[in-house]
């Protein structure tokens, strides 16, 4: 039986009166997959409601914060708890260098971290801290790789930029984003280059050392190598984005799994535990720039929000004591992955894959997927084909070709066999 979308489709067409596309944040509207968004009521462990009573096992987890699901009970009670003091003073609480204390333990770089509310204020304001602290104005980033909307940001960007198919972003002067490179990923020699050209003028390179915002698309090896090197040549900073990352492939994100220190890291989802928090953090020397010890200005209003803090303490510290959670991740995550991977061939479906740990891509490409040129050659019509059939069978998959797919701690064997049997049956010939 067809699934009933009559509530969710009432509900937007509401919201389309009043908030620009019905939504607060543009890859909700489900506008390259071919079909309405989803209203969503209810989410509990790995499985989420919509309005209209379906039920779906969610691999987007709020685009990745929910590492340990949907209302977990120490996040929920975490939260109850701080909200009956009171939500938010505008003034210090105990709570933030409770979660600096455990943030700064996990990143061997960090001395000092400041929470702002998002992954854009986060890497907007590192960046800012960056061109102050090496007096210089070119930036470095990569193409198909997402910082948030901060403007000099959304060169060649990927996420809701690239699903879009929007170049850049109009309301962006040609003046604002003169000092931003934005060069090929995992593209050692065009690195070198820029830096050739650029000598002694490029503040900082920052990168989602994996990338999540156009698909997920793993460094090559030696990549992240290269760039720390090269960077450190120049005496440019290296800013890994560990917003997705950061808790997500390891304790102490990429930089642990790869072994490979940046001078900044940015950080946000798993550390908020899915309320609004963002991070920059790394030696003191850089991060006392910072107001109000220097001269470098970031502020706000909900910056170390007490409800935000507590619920990124509860994550932190559940995650510190169960760090086996990750090669839990790492086996189910491979098992879901290469299962739909294993129907789509037998299907004779054109498929291949990414993935790096609970972070994953099927790419409807026949591969490898390296970087945005490889990732932009992706049959976008077949993928929404894929994601409405696997809607149908209760299967909640990003809706875009380029972001990635999250696993949560809460998923089940049973929620990765009820996936492998909603894309055989996406696979068959009849599904459309
Ligand atoms: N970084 C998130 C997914 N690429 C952003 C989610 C959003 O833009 O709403």
Redo the contacts with the bound molecule.
């Keep these: 039986m067809a699934r009933k979308t009559e509530q969710s489709r009432k509900l937007q067409k509401r919201a389309e009166q009043l908030i620009p596309g019905g939504v607060n944040?543009?890859?909700?509207a489900f506008r390259s997959v071919g079909c309405d968004p989803l209203y969503i009521v209810r989410g509990q462990g790995s499985h989420i409601w919509d309005a209209d009573g379906n039920e779906y096992v969610d691999y987007i987890g709020s685009?990745?914060p929910l590492i340990l699901g949907h209302a977990a009970p120490t996040v929920i009670e975490a939260v109850i708890a701080a909200a009956r003091n009171g939500t938010s003073f505008g003034a210090s609480t105990p709570a933030e260098a409770d979660l600096a204390e455990l943030v700064i333990s996990a990143f061997p770089h960090m001395q000092k971290v400041r929470f702002v509310s998002s992954?854009t204020e986060a890497t907007m304001s590192a960046i800012r801290l960056a061109r102050a602290y090496t007096k210089r104005k070119y930036i470095v980033k990569f193409e198909g790789c997402?910082h948030g909307h901060a403007d000099a940001l959304l060169v060649k960007a990927g996420?809701?930029v690239a699903t879009l198919g929007i170049p850049g972003s109009a309301g962006v002067p040609e003046e604002f984003i003169q000092f931003t490179l934005a060069l090929p990923y995992n593209d050692t020699n065009a690195l070198d280059q820029a830096f050739e050209r650029f000598k002694g003028q490029i503040a900082c390179v920052i990168v989602e050392p994996v990338v999540?915002?156009m698909g997920c698309v793993p460094p090559a090896s030696g990549y992240l190598e290269a760039l720390r090197a090269i960077s450190k040549r120049d005496k440019a900073l290296l800013i890994f984005d560990e917003?997705?990352t950061g808790f997500r492939l390891a304790y102490g994100g990429a930089q642990e799994l790869y072994t490979i220190q940046p001078d900044l890291t940015t950080l946000g989802k798993i550390i908020g535990g899915g309320l609004p928090v963002g991070a920059y953090g790394g030696p003191s020397e850089i991060m006392d720039m910072i107001a109000p010890l220097g001269p470098v200005y970031q502020a706000g209003t909900l910056s170390g929000n007490p409800l935000a803090m507590a619920a990124g303490y509860a994550t932190l510290s559940y995650l510190r004591e169960h760090k086996d959670v990750y090669a839990k991740l790492d086996k189910l995550a491979a098992e879901v992955v290469d299962g739909v991977a294993a129907a789509a061939k037998d299907a004779g479906v054109f498929l291949c894959h990414n993935r790096v740990g609970s972070m994953f891509t099927w790419f409807f490409a026949e591969g490898p997927v390296t970087d945005w040129t490889s990732a932009a050659k992706s049959d976008t019509e077949a993928f929404g084909r894929f994601f409405r059939a696997m809607l149908e069978n209760g299967i909640y998959l990003p809706p875009s070709q380029f972001?990635a797919a999250f696993l949560s701690a809460a998923h089940t064997t049973q929620d990765v066999q009820q996936t492998i049997a909603a894309a055989k049956q996406a696979f068959a010939p009849a599904a459309a």
Excluded: K
Aim: glycine share 26%; net charge neutral.
């Design positions: 944040s543009p890859v909700r685009w990745g992954g997402y996420s809701g999540g915002n917003v997705m972001e």
